[in-house]
């Protein structure tokens, strides 16, 4: 067996592993709470360490903490920052409402921490101890919705950067497939002539206001609710901690943050991570509807539209020889389809707060976190692998064009609505093309026919 030491909290005594950081209301919530095998995202304990370090600095120089303890939280609080104590915070995703048993773990790594730094021991808790020191000032009330945002804030950039370069990805591909002509196709039907750069090009500036959608909605995230305490009532925070330790966090992080107006508010409202969840799932809808066309136009090679071709990554059949499949577009869909769902699970965790504060934020966060997560990846996998290798068919493109029924719409302005219909059931009925039609009844000269199709393919101005 694990050697064990004892420590005891208000409810008694516990033995709690002798080699871990954390202590024994961390403990008594990994017994409460084996619900996932989840634990919190490693950003989050980063974000939660850059509190607890401007926390103490702050407090030393206000005179609230001794400079050696202050000194000793701080050195402690960067190990967690950099990511040397993460296999200590072992509270599961599903835990006690508000996120205070991994508040509790947090403050009890480093207590123990900061205690072996001034020469004591883990579980002692004489020199520094997890709520008097380590959590001077704090509440899981502000400390929590803190991290939260300092941890969205933190990762987000990311992913804007990735669907940013997705965007030029797509852009570029529009420029390289300008003068592919083909038919457009609307309810899976014929539609008037496009480009497939038109096309491509669509899809970058879709994935474009995707990413400055997300970035709006970032805002309300840089005001912090930290030095309202319990509540956003300020309890047992000293004069001028509030502006002090966001100010030092700001330093810390590079990020711009600023004290929330409403103290109380921000304990209350989980509107900013309801904003960027929405945002994310704006962004998984427009990405999850471009990959479907990528799998559409690509599809066949022989008995589908096949106008595009997308890289070949792996077999794709375990029975059928040669098979290749549209892998990377059917995960960035897969992805897509579980922002969807987290967003879900945010929206009906935001709405379930009571009175001064939503219990919910340990799901609110994860789910928020997770998809910022793996949507990244997605966006990243879906150009390198996808996007920047599509190729387009040519002469597929150009049969398509030359054979689609689209093409009468483009003899409205000179032979009318219904005349242009009845070429195109005479096309449709005798297995001919538009321009057969056309040509044969000598409705248009050829050059005339030429010039109009010619013309159906230019920008709108």
Known sequence: MAEMRREKDFLGELDVPADAYFGVQTWRAVANFPISGLRAPAVFNRACGEIKKAAALVHKELGGLPPDVADAIARAADEVIEGRLDEHFVVDVFQAGAGTSYHMNVNEVLANRASELLGGRRGEYELVHPNDHVNMGQSTNDVFPTGMRLAALLTLPELLGELRTLAGAFRQKAAAFADFAKSGRTHLQDAVPVTLGQEFGAYGEAVGRAADHIEEQMAPLRELGIGGSATGSGLNALPGYRRKVVARLAEQTGLE????????????????????????RTAATELGRIANDLRLLSSGPTTGLAEIRLPAVQPGSSIMPGKVNPVIAECTNMVCFQVIGNDACIVHAAGAGQLELNVMMPVINYNLLWSIRILTNAVRMLRERCVEGIEADRARCTAYLDSTLGLAAVLNPVIGYHRAAEVARKAAAGGKTIREVVL??????????DKLLKQSLRRPE
Not at 267 to 274: G, I, R, T
Not at 440 to 449: C, F, M, N, S, T
């Open 257 to 280: 943050l600023s004290p929330a107006d409403d103290l109380f508010e921000a304990m209350q409202s989980m509107a900013p991570f309801v904003r960027v969840s929405g945002a994310l």
């Open 440 to 449: 044969e009844e000598g409705i248009l000269p050829k050059d005339e026919l």
